[in-house]
């Protein structure tokens, strides 16, 4: 099995995340483009300690950048993990 810290990327925060974390134990992580439910449920529950219920994912493409000039390209494309933890356990994110 891969280490949890090649499988977990960062914690995404934006408001949705935050709101879904505080009203139904959701939490928004970016993964490793390769990762699959399981690996992302492991990883998880070995780093943070929390009891994991369920993993959705998706992958997010790159969008079009600068589309007029020479640095014309694209953004990076990365995948998102949205996993809900078991009623009542929470991650203190800083």
């Known amino acids: 099995m891969k280490s949890p810290s ?4 960062t914690v995404r925060l934006t408001e949705k995340s935050s709101r879904q974390s505080e009203i139904s134990s959701k ?26 219920v369920g993993v959705n994912t998706l992958n997010q493409s790159g969008k ?8 014309a390209g694209r953004t ?9 933890l078991a009623q009542g356990e929470t991650i203190e994110i800083a």
């Open 6 to 9: 090649s499988i977990i990327k």
């Open 27 to 52: 939490y928004v992580f970016e993964v490793a483009v390769h990762a699959n439910k399981t690996e992302i449920r492991k990883a998880v529950e070995l780093f943070f300690g929390k009891r994991v």
């Open 64 to 71: 079009q950048r600068r589309s007029r000039t020479a640095a």
């Open 76 to 84: 990076v494309a990365w995948k998102k993990a949205i996993v809900t």
